[in-house]
């Protein structure tokens, strides 16, 4: 009688991995110990990095440059708070901040709690002492993946302090399209790990290592970085 073989490992590793974004980069960076401990340093400023999507999930990773690598110390998220919550949050680390990285639709107006403004308003009045840069939109969905899955191999990640974020990652899905019967090339927005993802390829799309040596806070007037970076 015939019988089904058991699967190999890497059967089960692709059948795993099949439909998920990201799932070639995070093992890469386990196995290349890329994942770890990565404590904060003192004297280095920390960047964050936002998703401030229309609805009701913020997400911020939290960012340090050294020796040319990119370090990620922390993660936060939240549901159905105000901006005020996650300025306590970030004061509360007693870091030295760089720069806010916001996505391009945070100078957008829209309906903010008991308030309408853009969200970009709204941090200045709370946090008026933070330096702000609005990343610029990239053409694509696809092309903001791909830089992301490029720039993924000189990131390092505390595995205690972004936890949850690292989690969001390795379950962030492709869309199913029932009709063809295949995964899309577009994220399942359904799904409740897209915030991280998102907030990551602000990293990805738009920190410039030059914004660092930006001593003085910007003015209200754009002004564009090398990277098309844009600071607000």
Same mark, same amino acid.
């Given at each position: 009688?015939?019988?089904?073989?058991?699967?190999?490992?890497?059967?089960?590793?692709?059948?795993?991995?099949?439909?998920?974004?990201?799932?070639?980069?995070?093992?890469?960076?386990?196995?290349?110990?890329?994942?770890?401990?990565?404590?904060?340093?003192?004297?280095?400023?920390?960047?964050?990095?936002?998703?401030?999507?229309?609805?009701?999930?913020?997400?911020?990773?939290?960012?340090?440059?050294?020796?040319?690598?990119?370090?990620?110390?922390?993660?936060?998220?939240?549901?159905?708070?105000?901006?005020?919550?996650?300025?306590?949050?970030?004061?509360?680390?007693?870091?030295?901040?760089?720069?806010? &990285?916001?996505?391009?639709?945070? !100078? /957008? %107006?829209? @309906? #903010?709690?008991?308030?309408?403004?853009?969200?970009?308003?709204?941090?200045?009045?709370?946090?008026?002492?933070?330096? &702000?840069?609005?990343?610029?939109? !990239? /053409? %694509?969905? @696809? #092309?903001?993946?791909?830089?992301?899955?490029?720039?993924?191999?000189?990131?390092?990640?505390?595995?205690?302090?972004?936890?949850?974020?690292?989690?969001?990652?390795?379950?962030?899905?492709?869309?199913?399209?029932?009709?063809?019967?295949?995964?899309?090339?577009?994220?399942?927005?359904?799904?409740?790990?897209?915030?991280?993802?998102?907030?990551?390829?602000?990293?990805?799309?738009?920190?410039?290592?030059?914004?660092?040596?930006?001593?003085?806070?910007?003015?209200?007037?754009?002004?564009?970085?090398?990277?098309?970076?844009?600071?607000?």
């Amino acid at each position: 009688m015939w019988r089904e073989m058991p699967s190999t490992p890497k059967e089960c590793w692709q059948k795993s991995s099949e439909g998920v974004f990201l799932t070639k980069q995070l093992t890469a960076a386990r196995l290349q110990r890329r994942i770890g401990q990565v404590p904060h340093v003192t004297h280095v400023p920390v960047n964050t990095f936002w998703d401030i999507g229309s609805g009701d999930g913020t997400a911020i990773w939290l960012h340090q440059y050294v020796g040319g690598r990119d370090r990620f110390i922390g993660f936060i998220e939240g549901w159905d708070e105000g901006y005020e919550h996650y300025v306590k949050k970030l004061r509360d680390t007693g870091y030295l901040f760089g720069g806010m &990285y916001l996505p391009h639709d945070a !100078v /957008q %107006t829209r @309906q #903010l709690k008991d308030t309408v403004g853009s969200p970009l308003d709204m941090l200045r009045d709370l946090a008026p002492d933070w330096r &702000y840069f609005i990343v610029p939109r !990239v /053409q %694509t969905f @696809q #092309l903001g993946i791909e830089i992301l899955r490029k720039r993924f191999s000189s990131a390092s990640f505390d595995e205690r302090g972004c936890a949850l974020g690292l989690e969001h990652l390795s379950e962030y899905k492709k869309r199913w399209n029932r009709t063809l019967g295949v995964w899309s090339d577009q994220p399942d927005k359904d799904n409740p790990h897209t915030e991280a993802a998102d907030s990551l390829r602000q990293w990805a799309q738009g920190f410039d290592p030059a914004h660092l040596n930006i001593k003085t806070r910007p003015d209200r007037k754009k002004r564009t970085g090398r990277r098309g970076g844009m600071a607000a």
